[in-house]
């Protein structure tokens, strides 16, 4: 079972785009159809995807018109290919009209982002313990519904905020001075329940970060060879973390270099949306 976003999440973001699409009220609709005419659409794939979003699809139409009526055919998380029928909504076409590219808006990112997920895990070798997880780079307001994808995806969640977990970057380190300083005063500071990583970009870099504490490491933009040797000389003394340029095709050398994560922006940052259609009948 795939938790989804609470929802009074999706109520907030759903709203949001609404206002933002209807403010004025929608001229053409009102203009051209007549308010007692229904309809009934379907949101098909175009093209193959791992589908996503379908709560968010119907919660849009309910707050357009509460009387409209949403089926989910496809569950979250499963295949679909071309011409498969998502969802179905029925009921009044002027709420149809009006929640349409919003319910899309969001369907079509979310199915974009865990078709990527998707992508990611089916390209770790066979019985790998490492996870796929994403970042931070994420759509602003749109986060809780882009890490529900990624888990669609059948990916795995970063820290889901700032004050979620200790990850010391590069500009903390120079902040502080230095690699050590840096987990000192975390270790000082921050909860006893937190657990402290710390983001290197060299081998030397890693030694002192074990040295001090480090519970996770992240190793940062480092060769598969770097990668390889990092693991070795860290010997399971901390969880270590792979990012920086991860394509698809590094995922199988770095899981079997033995890395327990590998973080990927581009499950967020640069996935293209799905493409999914509403056809009326």
């Given at each position: 079972?795939?938790?989804?976003?609470?929802?009074?999440?999706?109520?907030?973001?759903?709203?949001?785009?609404?206002?933002?699409?209807?403010?004025?009220?929608?001229?053409?609709?009102?203009?051209?159809?007549?308010?007692?005419?229904?309809?009934?659409?379907?949101?098909?794939?175009?093209?193959?995807?791992?589908?996503c979003g379908g709560g968010v699809f119907a919660r849009?139409?309910?707050?357009?018109?509460?009387?409209?009526?949403?089926?989910?055919?496809?569950?979250?998380?499963?295949?679909?290919?071309?011409?498969?029928?998502?969802?179905?909504?029925?009921?009044?076409?002027?709420?149809?009209?009006?929640?349409?590219?919003?319910?899309?808006?969001?369907?079509?990112?979310?199915?974009?982002?865990?078709?990527?997920?998707?992508?990611?895990?089916?390209?770790?070798?066979?019985?790998?313990?490492?996870?796929?997880?994403?970042?931070?780079?994420?759509?602003?307001?749109?986060?809780?519904?882009?890490?529900?994808?990624?888990?669609?995806?059948?990916?795995?969640?970063?820290?889901?905020?700032?004050?979620?977990?200790?990850?010391?970057?590069?500009?903390?380190?120079?902040?502080?001075?230095?690699?050590?300083?840096?987990?000192?005063?975390?270790?000082?500071?921050?909860?006893?329940?937190?657990?402290?990583?710390?983001?290197?970009?060299?081998?030397?870099?890693?030694?002192?970060?074990?040295?001090?504490?480090?519970?996770?490491?992240?190793?940062d933009n480092m060769s598969n060879e770097t990668v390889?040797?990092?693991?070795?000389?860290?010997?399971?003394?901390?969880?270590?973390?792979?990012?920086?340029?991860?394509?698809?095709?590094?995922?199988?050398?770095?899981?079997?270099?033995?890395?327990?994560?590998?973080?990927?922006?581009?499950?967020?940052?640069?996935?293209?949306?799905?493409d999914i259609g509403l056809d009326f009948e």
């Amino acid at each position: 079972m795939i938790l989804e976003p609470a929802a009074v999440v999706v109520d907030r973001v759903v709203a949001l785009a609404l206002e933002e699409d209807l403010s004025s009220g929608d001229l053409t609709t009102e203009a051209c159809i007549d308010a007692e005419a229904v309809a009934v659409a379907h949101a098909v794939a175009r093209q193959p995807v791992v589908v996503c979003g379908g709560g968010v699809f119907a919660r849009v139409f309910a707050r357009v018109d509460a009387s409209l009526e949403v089926d989910r055919h496809v569950a979250d998380g499963e295949l679909a290919g071309p011409g498969t029928k998502l969802w179905t909504v029925r009921g009044k076409a002027r709420g149809i009209l009006m929640g349409e590219r919003v319910a899309l808006n969001f369907v079509q990112r979310m199915t974009g982002v865990a078709t990527q997920a998707r992508r990611y895990v089916e390209a770790l070798p066979p019985g790998s313990k490492t996870r796929i997880i994403d970042t931070r780079k994420t759509t602003p307001g749109l986060r809780a519904l882009e890490r529900y994808a990624v888990r669609a995806g059948g990916a795995h969640n970063h820290r889901d905020d700032l004050g979620s977990a200790v990850l010391i970057k590069d500009n903390h380190i120079a902040a502080c001075g230095g690699v050590r300083n840096a987990i000192v005063r975390a270790r000082t500071s921050a909860p006893h329940t937190a657990k402290i990583e710390c983001e290197v970009d060299t081998l030397e870099q890693l030694e002192i970060a074990l040295a001090a504490g480090a519970d996770i490491v992240l190793l940062d933009n480092m060769s598969n060879e770097t990668v390889a040797e990092a693991v070795k000389r860290t010997a399971g003394r901390a969880l270590l973390e792979a990012s920086g340029g991860i394509t698809p095709a590094r995922v199988k050398q770095l899981a079997e270099a033995g890395v327990d994560l590998i973080s990927v922006g581009a499950l967020t940052h640069s996935v293209p949306s799905a493409d999914i259609g509403l056809d009326f009948e």
